[in-house]
């Protein structure tokens, strides 16, 4: 029996529920009564409301049920006992007053316009935008006061009472406060966007939007300061409400557009109306990759990705956290990007979004000491779903010989791989196929076919092959190098190189006993003049005589080989005694002519030209000639110039 704010109804309103459609035309009837005798019933029409009005019963104790009747038969149901004065229902409370701070509700019931005492009232809040309504509290008061409400934020209460007898009313209308502001608590989450790692030069500095539990309220804005290497620093101001400002927003993620180029570190604060966050500091990345590589494992699907690494085999003391990055490859820059800090001691992190099936995905793995050093460690590519890859861009014969060629091709860019790169298959028809590892610190790859005949045409395929399968062909033609003559070669060069080592084995030979065996090779050699008083010729001939192995080499002829029969002629020991005598003025000159041109041989005139190539021998030799200058200074004077450089004289041949 309602009730409103103007009274109560004298009727019964009843709710039915026919339950699962019969798929049968089937009638329902509503039936009341005490509990010895039926006194009326109704049809249920097909709102499910019925209406028992004041007339048809009594007051007391009643009995209602429901009756459904097909071709088929009938059904009964339950019976629903209750005493007329049960079922009066209030009017909902309606809430008065509403304070922000605390935050508090009031409402009034009409429990006293019914003519009945208050009973309990129960509350419920939740913070707008929440699908469930937390559990609710009961109590006899006539207000409310939440405790501990998020800061800045809009709330929706109702309430619903009964009075000392009857049921309980429905739910208030909804009551909307928004709590107090409060200067916002914790850190802004900080980080880089950097493009693909290793590679990327430049960043873009970009952080998260602080959760409604931190902003304490509206944020108004965000202070950044960024530290150059050259010592200064510049302070920005930025607001996130302007559109075409240095900074873009969404929901969850701010970006500045400006480049971080020539910056060291950089500090960012969340602000509202109440206060600033405690500032965020951040060291720019070291470039290159750090010692401590980790291997990065995934598992992905649409919805989720999960990344795990291996600890370092020693415990860092500096590092304070690891930071687990990932971003959508071909991507503009603040897209499909996210990053997770964790403990120095976590190894796991999960993503949720939505990952884009066939599309490249770059994991990144850094670490953070405790001095705010930045490290990259290592990078992998990941997708949701691999699918076939495109044809390689470029497929070329790099070098060709007779029998072999040398391969090369360009990697399929990572925006049409369409997963990851396992293999390549390269083939000459169908039969001989290669399989070639891809190694994705190198993309490009060059790859060598031997076994080839020389001059002929051939065609080479390629075919990238991921986990989903391989990809389109390309293919590539060549003609190898016809065939070079080597057999003629080695009929020429054997022979002659045989020919070189025979001579070079004896020159080597008679080099090593030109002074007694070969004395002609030397003089060969050597290119020495032969001493006009020691020619070889004639120690040639001494070494002949006392020497049996010169029998076995070919005496080389000096020039004019010609040699006349010397009449051998005995000079008394005396004839080399200088006797006084006189002598007239015209043999003086001759004698001093003679005097001058000895002297003229021993100088500079005729033996200093020989004297310079002469060896040891013809050395001392010319030792002995000084001291027998002025003895043979009367036989040279009848002695040609061809006699006295090339002939031996009467003292040598008398020594043989």
Not at 259 to 282: C, Q, W
Not at 472 to 482: L, P, R, S
Not at 634 to 639: A, N
Request: proline share 7%; glycine share 6%; net charge negative.
């Amino acid at each position: 029996m309602p009730c409103d704010e103007k009274g109560c109804s004298s009727n019964i309103h009843c709710t039915c529920d026919p339950g699962p459609d019969p798929q049968i035309t089937t009638n329902y009837s509503l039936h009341w009564g005490t509990t010895n005798s039926e006194q009326g019933h109704v049809t249920c029409p097909t709102s499910s409301i019925s209406v028992i009005h004041r007339q048809h019963f009594s007051r007391g104790e009643l009995h209602v049920w429901l009756e459904a009747k097909n071709k088929h038969g009938s059904a009964k149901s339950r019976e629903n006992v209750f005493n007329t004065r049960d079922i009066i229902k209030p009017p909902s409370p309606n809430i008065t007053l509403g304070h922000q701070e605390p935050l508090e509700i009031k409402w009034r019931s009409y429990c006293g316009e019914l003519l009945l005492s208050m009973g309990s009232c129960e509350i419920r809040n939740r913070a707008l935008g929440n699908l469930v309504w937390p559990e609710h509290e009961t109590g006899y008061h006539d207000s409310y006061t939440l405790e501990s409400p998020l800061p800045d934020t809009l709330y929706e209460f109702q309430v619903r009472c009964d009075c000392s007898e009857g049921l309980m009313s429905d739910w208030s209308t909804s009551h909307r406060i928004r709590s107090a502001e409060k200067a916002p608590v914790g850190k802004l989450d900080i980080w880089m966007d950097c493009g693909l790692l290793p590679a990327s030069k430049d960043c873009s500095l970009t952080w998260k939007t602080l959760p409604l539990s931190q902003a304490c309220g509206a944020i108004v804005g965000y202070e950044v300061k960024l530290l150059y290497n050259n010592s200064t620093w510049k302070l920005l101001n930025l607001s996130p409400a302007e559109t075409r400002g240095p900074l873009l927003c969404n929901e969850t993620q701010c970006r500045l557009t400006s480049s971080l180029k020539d910056v060291s570190s950089v500090s960012a604060s969340a602000l509202n109306s109440r206060g600033a966050t405690a500032p965020s500091h951040l060291a720019m990345p070291n470039p290159g990759k750090d010692g401590d590589v980790r291997t990065i494992n995934l598992k992905m699907n649409e919805e989720n990705l999960t990344v795990a690494w291996d600890l370092p085999s020693k415990p860092l003391s500096k590092l304070k956290e690891y930071v687990v990055q990932c971003k959508q490859v071909e991507s503009r820059l603040g897209q499909g990007f996210d990053w997770v800090k964790v403990t120095n001691n976590q190894t796991t992190v999960f993503f949720k979004g939505h990952f884009i099936k066939h599309t490249p995905f770059q994991v990144s793995l850094f670490k953070i000491s405790h001095n705010m050093t930045v490290r990259y460690l290592s990078s992998v590519i990941g997708y949701s779903l691999e699918g076939i890859p495109s044809s390689v861009p470029s497929f070329q014969a790099f070098s060709i010989g007779s029998t072999w060629v040398t391969l090369f091709w360009t990697a399929v860019p990572l925006s049409k791989q369409n997963g990851v790169i396992q293999y390549y298959l390269i083939g000459l028809g169908q039969e001989n196929v290669s399989n070639v590892t891809a190694h994705p610190q190198s993309p490009d790859g060059t790859y060598t076919l031997n076994l080839l005949n020389p001059g002929q045409e051939y065609e080479v395929w390629i075919r990238a092959v991921t986990k989903a399968g391989p990809g389109a062909k390309a293919t590539t033609t060549f003609k190898t190098k016809q065939s070079e003559n080597h057999d003629l070669l080695k009929l020429v060069l054997l022979p002659l190189l045989f020919i070189s080592l025979i001579c070079a084995a004896f020159v080597c030979f008679c080099l090593v006993a030109e002074n007694k065996m070969c004395p002609q090779v030397n003089l060969l050699f050597n290119g020495k003049v032969p001493d006009p008083r020691n020619s070889n010729i004639f120690r040639g001939m001494k070494h002949q005589m006392i020497d049996p192995f010169s029998s076995i080499c070919i005496p080389i002829p000096e020039p004019h080989p010609d040699i006349s029969v010397l009449e051998v002629v005995k000079i008394q020991p005396d004839a080399f005694t200088s006797k006084p005598k006189e002598t007239s003025d015209q043999e003086e000159p001759r004698e001093n002519a003679v005097t001058e041109e000895c002297g003229r041989m021993d100088g500079s005139h005729g033996r200093e030209e020989y004297s310079k190539m002469v060896d040891s021998d013809e050395e001392r030799d010319r030792e002995e000639d000084k001291e027998d200058c002025w003895s043979s200074s009367e036989e040279d004077q009848f002695t040609t110039g061809y006699e006295k450089h090339f002939m031996p004289t009467a003292l040598e041949i008398l020594d043989v």
